[in-house]
């Protein structure tokens, strides 16, 4: 066997043979996507898919008003926006994963009466949108609906290679080319009042969601125009404002990746660099809490810059399918990192356990989730409790948040290899090596409680098999039947890299991989408040919930849920060791639903006092104040979980001081 460690898979001397890639002349790919339904989710994964077969998901047609059958994308004159798509193409995923008799029925019939609804022009979908003309004369084609049903479109064509599929984008995808260049993505202005609708307004903010889709069938056709029209996609988005690129939480976890993924045509790196500065830019200032997610309930917004602040759950699957495009460009590593640091983080608890209610904005610091519509965010109304019935986007754009997940899972490489990207229980089957013999690894793992995988390789075949290595990883083992890699030449620098392996494989051959996972500490700087980490997940206090029904009806309720346990601590940690504040209490197997309270795979014990002056504000917890914090509180033995598993939690600790240097609570 040849083994290595590397950057990224290499892309100079190969490109896959057999998934769609990157064709001259753009850039290779190091990364390819594999179609959906190689990979396979199992354990506590599939068990996500399956709530949401029978959740709100899998149900929507039954709860939201959008979903009507008078939608506008089954004819007539109705609006088909963004919400039917929001949610069909997580659905149609959600059906091919699954394989649920009921949900493929459904897919099947959006999916026809999509194809169906195509004129000769190219257009397709809801004629309503087609040509909105304003007060003022201006007319335009709403596209941006269009740009989230051809996910479905293209997820559609990789699990049915369906022969209408590549003509139908093409036919759209000139439209678009043939439109006047003044309906064509244009400057509206006011916000969308000249057309009596805020709707056209979007379209400009999101346009780059159109860039890999025409790749994609660029990739599948070779058809050079696309190209051009790619460009001209890329010219129309709008530019940043100010000095941020966007204030509003959805668009920027969308805009933020356009410039980046433009690269692969571009070949211009600062293309790619600009999209890691806006990120840094936007996360050093409004994201002072754990895992990734900022403060936006809406929108930034001067001096709102507290873990309080909440993280809207459409932000969470657009920075996930962000993340998955950039790792696919760069091959880096560190957007599968910053994928499970909100997917593994923040994702599970912004739904409740069976997954049949969700809530609009989830924080790292957020002990209270009751119905008030006075809470300290932005918006007013009910933002926090759980509900399949409101939440407009949210309701309906979750459902790509799992079963996006579990396709990217693994990737292609150029040497027509296989990159464990994610990990999490599954089964990949997919064409490697030369021949393109067709091979199935089955991924074994109690991962992200526990740093141990487990790859069963069920056929035979010579091709390489490419290893992450997590950026916060300092001890990666790799043992290959019964023999360990000796790789203590790169042990120092294997954070964040691949390890390569290149081998005849046997069926039966089995690798183990040991990650080591540490107790830390991050330090957020503004307040010198902290969190603990561990691996991929961050903890948070253990706070007993009280469960309380606040409306909906018996099949579909709505909930507060209130803390039954106190939970204003600081902690008691020693900056120096941090390992030696915790105690780390012995794992169990995950549950199928480890994304609870009462069933957290793991936990934490530390010292803590109270902070009796640290209370809620506006049903809301107050601002972090500075740390160390003075308490004349009896020192308490608190539990910590993961964050994933906290509904209520509290993630970012002020501190216990004491003397000069310590400060009163005020």
């Known amino acids: 066997m040849v083994f290595s460690v590397v950057s990224q898979p290499e892309t100079a001397v190969s490109s896959n043979s057999f998934y769609n890639t990157n064709r001259a002349p753009l850039l290779p790919s190091p990364l390819t996507k594999l179609p959906l339904g190689c990979v396979k989710p199992k354990g506590w994964l599939r068990h996500q898919l399956d709530l949401m077969a029978e959740g709100m998901t899998g149900r929507l047609s039954e709860i939201s ?20 798509p929001y949610w069909f193409r997580g659905f149609y995923d959600l059906a091919i994963l699954t394989g649920d008799a009921r949900l493929l029925a459904e897919a099947q019939r ?3 009466a999509v194809i169906g609804s195509q004129s000769e022009d190219g ?30 479109i293209i997820s559609h064509y990789e ?28 400057v509206i202005t006011n916000g969308g009042q000249e057309f009596g609708d805020w709707r056209p307004w979007w379209q400009r903010r999101r346009a780059g969601d159109l860039l890999p889709q025409i790749y994609w069938l660029y990739n599948a056709t070779g058809v050079d125009w696309l190209l051009a029209l790619a460009s001209k996609v890329y010219q129309r988005i709008d530019l940043a ?56 309930d809406e929108n930034i917004r001067s001096g709102c810059v507290d873990p309080r602040q909440g993280f809207e759950t459409c932000g969470m699957v657009e920075f996930a399918k962000s993340f998955y495009i950039l790792g696919r460009v760069s091959g880096d590593t560190i957007w599968a990192d910053r994928t499970e640091d909100v997917m593994l983080n923040h994702f599970p608890a912004a739904s409740t356990p069976d997954l049949k209610g969700l809530h609009y904005l989830t924080a790292a610091n957020q002990p209270k989730l009751d119905a008030s519509e006075e809470h300290e965010y932005q918006n007013k109304g009910r933002m926090v409790s759980y509900s399949p019935h409101i939440y407009r986007c949210c309701q309906h754009n979750v459902a790509m948040g799992w079963p996006y997940y579990a396709e990217n899972l693994w990737q292609a490489s ?44 069920h056929d035979s075949a010579s091709f390489p098999l490419y290893l992450r290595v997590p950026g916060w990883s300092t001890h990666f083992r790799i043992t290959v039947n019964d023999t360990q890699l000796d790789l203590s030449a790169f042990e ?24 080591g996972m540490q107790i830390a500490l991050t330090e957020w700087p503004r307040t010198g408040s902290v969190s603990v980490d561990r691996g991929p997940l961050t903890y948070s206090l253990k706070i007993d919930e009280e469960w309380r029904q606040s409306g909906g009806n018996d099949r579909w309720p709505e909930w507060e849920v209130l803390p039954a346990t106190p939970w204003n601590y600081g902690l008691l940690v020693d900056r120096e060791h941090p390992e030696s504040a915790f105690t780390l209490i012995p794992s169990t197997a995950p549950s199928e639903q480890p994304w609870t309270l009462a069933s957290a795979p793991i936990a934490l014990k530390a010292k803590a006092k109270r902070i009796p002056q640290w209370g809620l504000q506006n049903e809301t917890v107050q601002e972090l104040q500075q740390s160390p914090v003075k308490s004349n509180e009896a020192e ?3 539990t910590l979980i993961p964050l994933g598993c906290a509904r209520l939690r509290i993630s970012c600790f002020p501190t216990i001081g004491e003397g000069a240097t310590a400060w009163e609570w005020k």
Not at 274 to 283: D, R
Request: a negative charge.
């Open 65 to 84: 008003v959008f979903l009507d059958p008078e939608n506008g994308w089954f004819g007539g004159n109705n609006m088909g926006w963004e919400e039917q």
């Open 110 to 112: 959006w999916i026809e």
């Open 123 to 152: 257009y397709f979908g809801a004629s309503y949108h087609k040509r909105m003309e304003g007060v003022n004369g201006q007319v335009c084609a709403d596209l941006w609906p269009h740009m989230i049903m051809i996910d479905a």
């Open 159 to 186: 699990a049915t290679s369906d022969p209408r599929v590549i003509p139908f984008l093409t036919n759209f995808f000139a439209f678009c080319r043939d439109l006047p260049d003044d309906q064509f993505l244009p």
């Open 241 to 296: 404002p100010d000095e941020w690129l966007d204030h509003h939480i959805v668009n920027f976890t969308q805009r933020f990746r356009y410039s980046g993924n433009f690269y692969v045509q571009s070949k211009a790196q600062w293309h790619f660099d600009q999209s890691e500065y806006w990120y840094q830019q936007h996360l050093i200032t409004w994201g002072q809490q754990p895992r990734g997610i900022f403060g936006a």
């Open 414 to 457: 150029p040497d027509n290899g296989l990159v464990a990207w994610l990990y999490a229980p599954s089964i990949v089957t997919a064409k490697v090596g030369a021949e393109g013999v067709e091979v199935s690894i089955e991924e074994q793992t109690p991962y992200p409680f526990d740093g141990s995988v487990r790859l069963v390789i």
């Open 492 to 515: 120092d620098d294997m954070a964040g890299l691949y390890v390569r392996m290149e081998r005849m494989w046997t069926a039966g051959d089995v690798v183990t991989i040991d990650m």
């Open 636 to 638: 308490e033995e608190i």
